[in-house]
């Protein structure tokens, strides 16, 4: 795992705590890790790339790394600090417009880890809709993916958000070989086993 300063004692603290919904980030990072190696994933697509937490954590542990940025400036920065890793591509741009063309590269399943601020960023409102329009192109791609959603805390039913028992419902009538749990303020959506 790739343990940034501050990781561990952010990790140990949310223990002491008692485990609260906001999980740290080496916790995202062992979820990420563990989805990759149970299910057999070779490629991991992340969306909010921001600082390139994940993509550093993950770069040595799946095959190809695709990860969409919004911010020009922090597209521009992972394009540059990943710029020698031929494994690693970074997409600039809404995430509802490069992600067909990131699925278009796909030549099997992959780990999708949606970390885009669908509920807003610093006090600005996000489009609602980007995150079912990503759910709806991943789930229909020809590929089973396996979809890993950050920050399911903020999926309040408040507001224009959909609830949590929204988006399960939602994904699991329209693809009723899925299932949908959260744990640790994370998304998992799997194949129904």
């Not at 989805?35 to 994940?54: A, D, H, R, S």
């Amino acid at each position: 795992m790739y343990k940034a300063v501050g990781h561990y004692p952010d990790y140990w603290y949310w223990i002491l705590r008692g485990r609260p919904s906001r999980s740290p980030h080496l916790l995202k990072q062992k979820v990420v890790r563990e989805y990759g190696e149970k299910f057999g994933l070779k490629t991991l697509v992340e969306t909010g790339t921001y600082y390139g937490e994940m993509v550093t954590a993950m770069k040595k542990r799946f095959d190809r790394i695709y990860s969409i940025e919004f911010v020009p400036a922090l597209a521009e920065r992972a394009t540059r600090k990943f710029a020698r890793d031929q494994h690693i591509r970074i997409f600039c741009g809404d995430s509802r417009v490069a992600m067909p063309e990131v699925l278009a590269l796909l030549q099997g399943p992959a780990l999708f880890w949606l970390d885009a601020g669908y509920y807003g960023w610093v006090g600005v409102r996000s489009n609602e809709q980007r995150l079912s329009a990503e759910l709806e192109m991943i789930l229909s791609h020809p590929y089973p993916h396996m979809i890993l959603l950050d920050d399911a805390r903020g999926l309040t039913g408040r507001d224009g958000i959909p609830s949590v028992d929204d988006v399960k419902a939602y994904v699991e009538s329209k693809f009723p070989q899925r299932t949908v749990e959260v744990k640790y303020d994370i998304m998992r959506i799997t194949l129904r086993g």
